[in-house]
């Protein structure tokens, strides 16, 4: 989609993903577009990002670039406009194309390359371990630091539950540094993050008449979804984020939790059976997608049909999971605003990333499912974590309403342009 600024007057060139993305993206930008140079934009179409350059290639751009601004002269308080320019109502047509299709493939070789040769991703070895990132007690593992968790050159182990690298629903890649706006992307790649115009046309939305008080709702960890992410084909459903993660919670086998005789005692890790704590998670599919006939009967078969439900009924749990699909989820938002706690696992990096913080306005989940168990027994089942898990969706809330409105992503896209 194409986006061009002429005048103070935003024109839009081709209709967008659905039939919200031409139309917030333009709302996004005309409040301020009479203060923007004219220019011609691209925006992704496609949940999935686009542009991945290779390691190498991105290191001498980076030291051309800095011999460049040294050379750059006192900035001005105007703006030339580029001589081939046109009136920004069309584009000219091409017969080739700078992007590679590997839609339905593995794509981890191809993809891995963005990552240093040093790193993990990069290794000979296709068994080779992730690098340690987050914090271990007695075998749980928390997630204490989002961006080491989310960083594909630390995590090789990716390749499987990421559907990006492992058959991807649409896998449209060009390794030239083209500018190219997206609304979320993975560690790896160069696309230029802008606030998801899913988020701005507010397609999930939180009805504060239909709150809950905390007291009154459900002590449990809750989602209803699609099987999104990647393309289900030969079985690989099994690997990939959202079928795993369900499956793990369906027949949870033996789990680790903390336990203490005395509050002055040292916590020591219990293991139980996963039943004991299984009726704490209320977590199914509703909607069997992005798969050959064959998987699609295997998935229907292992997580059965459920109904759609209304998204209300959501509000009326303590802890709401969130989770990649075949990029951003696009429901974040209603749930910070929705008096719940959001659990999030999440890989892929949007314009709010360094802005919502983890532990303070929501809980960071792994992939693993290895630390649910005791995340939610201390909220549940200790003082303390009432206490806290309570203060958290109260604050994420709170945070929400100040920081992911409408005008703040209209001041960041505007300060995003402007540079």
């Not at 493939?105 to 040093?118: L, Y």
């Not at 009326?316 to 990029?327: E, I, K, Q, T, V």
Request: hydrophobic share 35%.
């Amino acid at each position: 989609m194409g986006v061009s600024t002429r005048r103070g007057t935003v024109q839009v060139v081709g209709s967008g993903q659905d039939d919200f993305q031409a139309t917030a993206t333009k709302a996004m930008i005309s409040p301020f577009a009479q203060w923007l140079p004219e220019m011609d934009l691209a925006f992704n179409v496609n949940d999935e990002p686009r542009i991945l350059i290779p390691h190498e290639d991105a290191d001498r751009m980076m030291a051309s670039a800095e011999l460049a601004v040294r050379s750059i002269r006192a900035l001005g308080n105007n703006f030339t406009s580029p001589n081939d320019l046109n009136d920004g109502q069309s584009y000219d047509q091409v017969s080739e194309t700078r992007f590679n299709r590997l839609d339905h493939q593995q794509t981890w070789t191809h993809s891995r390359m963005s990552c240093p040769p040093d790193t993990p991703a990069r290794s000979l070895d296709p068994d080779i371990e992730d690098a340690e990132t987050g914090f271990t007690f007695g075998g749980i593992s928390f997630v204490n630091n989002v961006t080491s968790f989310s960083d594909i050159c630390l995590h090789p182990s990716v390749r499987q539950p990421i559907g990006l690298f492992n058959h991807p629903n649409v896998y449209s890649v060009s390794h030239d540094l083209i500018p190219v706006f997206s609304p979320s992307k993975l560690s790896i790649f160069h696309d230029i993050l802008y606030p998801s115009p899913y988020y701005y046309a507010d397609r999930t939305q939180y009805d504060e008449t239909s709150a809950v008080n905390w007291t009154d709702k459900r002590p449990c960890l809750y989602w209803r979804g699609a099987t999104s992410g990647g393309y289900s084909q030969g079985g690989t459903w099994r690997t990939l984020l959202r079928q795993s993660i369900l499956s793990k919670l369906m027949s949870p086998g033996r789990v680790r939790i903390l336990t203490r005789s005395s509050d002055k005692s040292a916590w020591d890790v219990k293991t139980i059976p996963g039943f004991d704590v299984s009726h704490r998670y209320d977590t199914h599919f509703t909607e069997i997608k992005q798969c050959s006939p064959a998987s699609c009967a295997a998935m229907r078969q292992h997580f059965g049909d459920h109904p759609h439900v209304p998204q209300e009924e959501s509000w009326r749990n303590r802890y709401l999971l969130d989770m990649d699909g075949n990029a951003l989820s696009g429901r974040f938002y209603a749930l910070l605003k929705s008096w719940s706690l959001p659990m999030k696992v999440a890989y892929y990096r949007e314009w709010h990333s360094p802005r919502i913080f983890p532990w303070k306005h929501y809980v960071p989940l792994s992939a693993s499912t290895d630390e649910y168990a005791e995340v939610l027994r201390y909220f549940e089942e200790e003082e303390n974590g009432k206490q806290i898990a309570r203060t958290m969706a109260e604050q994420g809330r709170e945070w929400a309403q100040k920081t992911v409105r409408q005008i703040d992503m209209q001041v960041y896209m505007f300060r995003l342009l402007l540079e």
